[in-house]
């Protein structure tokens, strides 16, 4: 059926109306040949009915004088049928047989008259007629024909509609064959232009209308839906051109703190940037304002004459306070804004060089060692003597760093000591390098979100949220690899990364 339906419209249209002609003259044959059946049928009755009667009426005469070879010859008059095959003669009351003919058929008649009947079936018919003299029945006659002429007549009958039957399909394969282009033309040129438009995405084309049938009506339908997407396209090229050109100016002043399949729009990154950066520039503002406003009061007490010295020194502490919270808070900006800048860093102020990984990843342990003084944690290296990679020391560096840092304040609670691993191998030309902590891993809801920039569940305690998304971005971008998280409740965290061991030309991070 599959095959069917996925077939050329041709076909199925040839195959549809030869199927439905075919179904129709078969009908057509069956129901003419039923009807001569039943026709022949009859009439074959009623004769064979008519000679038993005239045959039974010319055996009175044998049976009152139980002649039976005048009842014989009376019966060989049944042999005017072809398809009579035997006439059996019974005397009432005794009902024993009285003639048969031919006389060689009297086996084929029924023992007596009680087990005469009529009988009609697909190869025989059986009559059955009263032999009478003068109101009483002294007798009965048994006929008995073949229907097989008939059924020989209704074969060859039959083996004509077979063939006419065939001609007729034969005829309208032919006239479908030569007609069908008048439908499916049209379709077929439809179909033509749709493919042509859906290659090339010339929205110009039109179909070519042929009638005004349904056909014409589905092509004036197709033309209009190509009108308007004509006119969509054209407005999306304009679009995408001022499009273009928003978007390289945007890619002019924007850094790259976005997550390649994360980050939707610039308009997200500026307002994390912005949330961040607000709470400590808004405190310093305060802190500034009311700093002036004392200032102006000071003033106007000297202006006046009546400043004591008591105002001066409560100014000098208000002072010193005011520029104390104004410093803490420029300086967490700052802090902020060069955590920012970090991630667009261009590759032009990044160096690329060879160098052993071990040996450098133990020399950034050791610049950290300060940090993992305070705390209790143990920190174990796996990486094998000579690995050698070509890549970007200075990004390594920071991934490390960041990874350490990020460790440091989230995995363990204070007071808890726990263990850092930093295991790395080579797999052909590529690097794997894994972090890990045993520490209290992190919740499932928070996984998706690691990369992202500014998430972070410490923003109270020091957390920008810029730390992983560093990460990521080094390495991906610049380091050309890839970064996954592998992590759960209660059983630690470790970031799996992979990169190649020397590093794609042109790996950086566009600002």
Known sequence: MSAFRNAPIRRKLIAISTVAAAAGLLLAALALTGYAV???????????????????????????????????????????????????????????????????????????????????????????????????????LWVNASLAPMWRQVAGQ???????????????VAVVTRLQGIITQPIVDLASVARHVRDTRDYTQRATKASDDETGELVDDFNAMLERIEGASRQTEAANVELQAAMSQLQDTQTQLVQTEKMASLGGLVAGVAHEINTPVGIGVTAASTLQARTDELRSLYSSGAMKRSDLDQFMGFAEQSASIIMSNLRRAADLVQSFKQVAVDQSSSERRVFELKAYVEEVLTSLRPRLKKSAHQV????????????????????????????LIHAFDDGEAGTLRIHARQQGDEVMLNFSDDGKGIPEENQAKIFDPFFTTKRGSGGSGLGMHIVYNLVTQMMGGSAKLVSAPGQGTEFKFRFPAKAPNGGRLDG
């Open 380 to 407: 174990d290296v796996d990486i094998p003597e000579h690995l050698i990679i070509d890549s970007y020391p200075g990004a390594l560096a920071q991934i490390i760093t960041n990874l350490v840092t990020n460790a």
């Open 38 to 140: 039943k026709n022949q049928l009859d009439a074959i009755e009623s004769t064979v009915t008519s000679v038993a009667r005239v045959l039974a009426l010319n055996s009175t005469a044998a049976l009152a004088f139980s002649d039976a070879a005048s009842a014989n010859e009376t019966l060989s008059a049944v042999r005017t049928l072809d398809v009579a095959q035997a006439a059996c003669l019974y005397a009432i009351p005794g009902g024993e047989l009285f003639a048969n003919f031919p006389s060689s058929s009297q086996a084929d008649c029924p023992p007596s008259a009680a087990e005469l009947s009529r009988q009609r079936s697909l190869a025989q018919l059986q009559v059955v007629a009263p032999v009478v003299l003068d109101g009483d029945t002294v007798g009965r």
């Open 158 to 172: 039959s083996l004509i509609f077979l063939l006419v039957l065939i001609a007729s399909l034969l005829a309208t």
